[in-house]
């Protein structure tokens, strides 16, 4: 079993900073491709960002693509998505995934993925 757990959601103004962290345990951290989902209120689960496993290849939607950063460290078991320039419209809970099965990787369905956590709370104000 694997358990992924987020944190360093909050409040923040817009044009702010928030760095978000998520570890995983349970496996073998550098053999699971990561990613990162959203969901706002009203509004279906969207994909945000993904990872490789050794955070060569990364991915982003275009909505934040320039504005948001993910990386890995695979020392501490431990995946980041780092956003700047925030707008209210990226106001939702933000959830990291793990994906470890299959020699594909359809890193936007969140379907795919085998892992989740439990989701960390993003607010941007105006």
């Known amino acids: 079993q694997v358990q992924v757990v987020e944190s360093g959601g909050g409040l923040v103004q817009a044009g702010g900073s928030l760095r978000l962290s998520c570890t995983a345990s349970g496996r073998t951290f550098s053999s699971m491709r990561m990613g990162w989902f959203r969901q706002a209120p009203g509004k279906e689960r969207e994909f945000v960002a993904a990872i490789s496993w050794n955070g060569g290849t990364t991915y982003y939607t275009d909505s934040v693509k320039g504005r948001f950063t993910i990386s890995r460290d695979n020392a501490k078991n431990t995946m980041y998505l780092q956003m700047n320039s925030l707008k209210p419209e990226d106001t939702a809970v933000y959830y990291c995934?793990?994906?470890?099965?299959?020699?594909?990787?359809?890193?936007?369905?969140?379907?795919?993925?085998?892992?989740w956590g439990q989701g960390t709370q993003v607010t941007v104000s105006s």
């Open positions: 995934a793990a994906y470890l099965f299959g020699s594909t990787w359809p890193y936007m369905v969140g379907e795919n993925y085998d892992y």
